[in-house]
C-alpha cells in the first residue's frame, strides 16, 4: 500500500469555487488550490481571482471558528486565529467544504468559498490554477454590493448628479468583461513560490 509522503501531501489539490455574495448576475471564480498552503495564501489566492488589490481587513469563518491576522486591538471580539499558522487541509470536510471569506470590514464583501473534489495534482502543472469565471470583480471602495450596483446605475442614467464624475472615476471599468491574463500571472507568482519550495522538499528527500 502506497503511504503518503511529504511531496504527496504538497501536490494535493482541491476545487475551489469563490461566489460574490449578493451579485446579480452573479460574480465567481473557478481555481484549483493546493490542500497544502495556509489559510493566509488561500486568501492570497482569492484576492488574486477575484481582482482584489488585498486593501483591507479580512476574515475566514469555517465551523463557527474566525481565522484571520492577529491584530493588537480586538475591538472586544475573541481575536482570530492565526490564519498563517492553519493549513488548508486541516480545516477540510469529506466531500464539500464552505468557508465564509469577508473582505473589507466597511465595504463588507462576502464570498463563499466551496472547496470539493480533493485529489493528486499534476505534477507537471502550476498551481494554484485559474480554470474558469464570470464578470469583473466590483472596484475596491465603491460601497459594498448595493453601493457597487448604485454605481453602476448612475453611470447609466445621464440625468444622475453624479454620472459625471462616477464615469470619470469608473473610467473603462466593464462589469461584464473578466480579464484573465492578470489573474494568471498573480496565480503564478504564488506558484513559483510553491515550486521553490516543492524543489527543496525534493532535495530532502534525495539526500
Known amino acids: 500500500m502506497h503511504r503518503p509522503t511529504a511531496i504527496d501531501s504538497f501536490t494535493q489539490i482541491a476545487t475551489l469555487r469563490i461566489d460574490l455574495k449578493d451579485s446579480d448576475p452573479p460574480i465567481w471564480r473557478q481555481?484549483?488550490?493546493?490542500?497544502?498552503?495556509?489559510?493566509?495564501?488561500?486568501?492570497?489566492?482569492?484576492?488574486?481571482?477575484?481582482?482584489?488589490?488585498?486593501?483591507?481587513?479580512?476574515?475566514?469563518?469555517?465551523?463557527?471558528?474566525?481565522?484571520?491576522?492577529?491584530?493588537?486591538?480586538?475591538?472586544?471580539?475573541?481575536?482570530?486565529?492565526?490564519?498563517?499558522?492553519?493549513?488548508?487541509r486541516d480545516v477540510l470536510s469529506p466531500g464539500t467544504t464552505t468557508i465564509a471569506y469577508s473582505y473589507d470590514f466597511g465595504d463588507d464583501w462576502q464570498h463563499t468559498l466551496t472547496l470539493s473534489d480533493v485529489r493528486q495534482g499534476d505534477p507537471a502543472i502550476a498551481y494554484p490554477r485559474f480554470i474558469?469565471?464570470?464578470?469583473?470583480?466590483?472596484?475596491?471602495?465603491?460601497?459594498?454590493?448595493?453601493?457597487?450596483?448604485?454605481?453602476?446605475?448612475?453611470?447609466?442614467?445621464?440625468?444622475?448628479?453624479?454620472?459625471?464624475?462616477?464615469?470619470?472615476?469608473?473610467?473603462?471599468?466593464?462589469?461584464?468583461?473578466?480579464?484573465?491574463?492578470?489573474?494568471?500571472?498573480a496565480l503564478g507568482r504564488i506558484a513559483a513560490?510553491?515550486?521553490?519550495?516543492?524543489?527543496r522538499i525534493i532535495s530532502k528527500k534525495g539526500s
Open 31 to 88: 481555481v484549483e488550490v493546493p490542500t497544502s498552503i495556509t489559510l493566509k495564501v488561500l486568501h492570497d489566492i482569492v484576492q488574486a481571482a477575484m481582482g482584489w488589490f488585498d486593501y483591507h481587513l479580512w476574515e475566514m469563518m469555517i465551523d463557527g471558528q474566525a481565522y484571520g491576522i492577529p491584530m493588537d486591538d480586538d475591538w472586544g471580539t475573541p481575536p482570530p486565529k492565526n490564519a498563517s499558522r492553519v493549513r488548508l
Open 132 to 185: 474558469i469565471g464570470e464578470r469583473n470583480c466590483p472596484p475596491e471602495d465603491c460601497g459594498g454590493i448595493s453601493g457597487f450596483y448604485e454605481v453602476l446605475d448612475a453611470r447609466s442614467d445621464p440625468t444622475h448628479e453624479e454620472h459625471a464624475d462616477i464615469c470619470r472615476w469608473l473610467d473603462d471599468y466593464d462589469p461584464e468583461e473578466l480579464d484573465i491574463f492578470p489573474i494568471q500571472v
Open 193 to 199: 513560490k510553491r515550486n521553490a519550495a516543492a524543489k
